[in-house]
């Protein structure tokens, strides 16, 4: 039988990427430390980011920890190192009732373990969220990875997957034994609307020159990045004024890729982080984001949000968010040929992108906001603490499914 809810707000450390780190699971706690979350639970952050890799371009897999450099691997060991020694002294410190721990794959994945062994050691319970596909970085393992990875899944109190597919994937597991929950990302959909409202108000030049809209990082390559800008001749020469506008992208991979006497069309932008990139979210740009392995992109929410026809492969999340022909535009195949296709669709037919980009907007609207959002958690959390809760019937039942 369930118990009722303690008089008190419970505690619930929240560890994670926080800044100065940036990037899109940074936003999404940001979010969520900000909403109606902290108000029923009292919000203990612990950062887990490490030393910012600049100019890096391929951030991607196990090698990822030292592509910038000795001296920056180093860096981030005794960064590792303090967080995994600290974190027990947070615990005792704070007496928390529950750990919320927010990761992603590869060494992500093994250092949230040890937060995970940690709190079970200190006899807290965890929920334990996973920040991209976790069907696609299960296939790609070793058999002993797997044995690993569902070893961890199953210590935590709640597994919350982003991507609606990896309910039924861990079902389909018979090891995989935890309480698994779909809880998709959100946005906060009011105030990017009007952040991108009064960005647009201020920018004298309107609507200017069409634009493709490619926001980087330092995972370009894994977004796709180096087969967009091989679209860029086949496009240019179709679309003269098309210009592509690539955010936080490197120059390098842009010289690499792109004729010189091209590179005038490809606009590239300094790191953009929070509202400044709003700016760029113009009502004459197409957001491209040919990815090769997603989550939940929160740029792509907050793209929908802003009402901007999408162009984007279907994996991980992304098939949650847009579906094929109603919000956005889905690649069958993540190639340069493909982008063209998909980018001439949306110039040659205004009309079409203004459909999808309203039909994106309602989207985002009704099914991925902040509140929204911030309400789930307050149920899984509820659920990881034994007390009462109500989760829908689709999550709830998907739940139990996975037990």
């Known amino acids: 039988m369930h118990s009722e809810a303690p008089s008190v707000r419970p505690r619930v450390v929240v560890a994670g990427i926080l800044p100065p780190s940036v990037g899109g699971i940074t936003s999404f706690l940001l979010e969520m430390m900000s909403s109606s979350?902290?108000?029923?639970?009292e919000l203990i952050p612990f950062n887990t980011g490490r030393p910012h890799k600049p100019n890096v371009t391929n951030n991607t897999g196990y090698r990822a920890l030292w592509n910038a450099g000795i001296g920056r691997m180093l860096r981030a060991i005794v960064v590792t190192l303090k967080h995994v020694l600290t974190f027990p002294w947070l615990l005792w410190k704070s007496r928390p009732s529950l750990i919320h721990l927010h990761t992603s794959p590869y060494w992500s994945f093994w250092e949230s373990a040890v937060y995970l062994?940690?709190?079970?050691?200190?006899?807290?319970?965890?929920?334990?969220?996973?920040?991209?596909?976790?069907r696609?970085?299960?296939?790609?393992?070793?058999?002993?990875?797997?044995?690993?990875?569902?070893?961890?899944?199953?210590?935590s109190r709640v597994f919350v997957v982003i991507c609606h597919e990896d309910l039924k994937f861990l079902d389909s597991?018979?090891?995989?034994?935890?309480?698994?929950?779909?809880v998709p990302n959100g946005v906060d959909v009011r105030r990017i609307q009007s952040e991108v409202a009064a960005a647009r108000r201020k920018d004298a030049s309107g609507e200017g020159s069409p634009e493709v809209l490619f926001l980087g990082g330092s995972e370009t390559v894994r977004k796709g990045l180096p087969e967009l800008l091989q679209a860029v001749p086949a496009l240019v020469s179709r679309f003269p004024g098309l210009r592509f506008r690539l955010l936080a992208?490197?120059?390098?991979?842009?010289?690499?890729?792109?004729?010189?006497e091209l590179r005038d069309a490809c606009l590239r932008e300094d790191w953009v982080s929070g509202t400044a990139k709003y700016a760029f979210f113009r009502p004459n740009s197409i957001f491209v984001?040919?990815?090769?392995?997603?989550?939940?992109?929160?740029?792509?929410?907050?793209?929908?949000a802003a009402g901007l026809p999408i162009v984007a492969s279907a994996v991980g999340g992304?098939?949650?968010?847009?579906?094929?022909?109603?919000?956005?535009?889905?690649l069958r195949r993540i190639d340069a040929p493909s982008i063209v296709d998909a980018v001439a669709k949306l110039r040659c037919s205004p009309r079409l992108g203004e459909t999808l980009g309203a039909n994106a907007r309602r989207r985002v609207e009704s099914h991925f906001d902040v509140v929204d959002t911030a309400?789930?958690?307050?149920?899984?959390?509820?659920?990881?603490?034994?007390?009462r809760w109500s989760l829908p019937d689709e999550r709830r039942a998907a739940s139990t499914a996975a037990r």
């Open 318 to 330: 992304i098939p949650d968010l847009i579906r094929d022909g109603e919000e956005g535009l889905l």
């Open 249 to 260: 992208v490197p120059g390098d991979i842009v010289r690499l890729h792109v004729p010189a």
């Open 37 to 41: 979350l902290a108000e029923d639970f």
């Open 136 to 155: 696609a970085i299960y296939e790609k393992s070793s058999s002993l990875s797997r044995r690993l990875m569902l070893w961890v899944v199953r210590r």
């Open 117 to 134: 062994l940690e709190g079970r050691l200190a006899g807290v319970p965890c929920v334990l969220q996973f920040h991209f596909s976790f």
């Open 289 to 304: 984001l040919p990815s090769h392995g997603e989550g939940m992109p929160i740029a792509i929410l907050e793209a929908m």
């Open 173 to 182: 597991l018979s090891r995989a034994s935890a309480l698994v929950v779909y």
């Open 375 to 387: 309400e789930r958690f307050k149920e899984t959390y509820r659920l990881a603490l034994g007390l």
